[in-house]
């Protein structure tokens, strides 16, 4: 059975009235996404994630980015 709800000041607030046994398992899963902007829970792209570390290697080969494996494990280059 689904019973559908919303989170309020950190707790889950079910919609409608319902008695659960103690103890029963129960799963969570998010709908949709909380609206708002910029909460505190957004959810960010790859790049805004990469974002502090995005050029921060410096004085690499050339060709680092083909021959990653030769120059981390000795692989032969490609």
Do not use: F, T, W
Not at 46 to 59: F, H, N, Q, S
Request: hydrophobic content about 35%; proline content about 8%.
């Amino acid at each position: 059975m689904v019973y559908r709800g919303h989170v309020e000041n950190g707790s889950i607030q079910l919609d409608e009235s319902v008695i659960l046994p103690e103890g029963a398992e129960v799963r969570v899963e998010v709908v949709a996404p909380a609206s708002g902007g910029e909460s505190k829970g957004q959810v960010l792209s790859l790049y805004e994630r990469l974002r502090p570390v995005i050029g921060a290697a410096k004085c690499l080969p050339p060709d680092a980015s083909v021959n990653v494996d030769h120059y981390l494990y000795g692989h032969p280059k490609k």
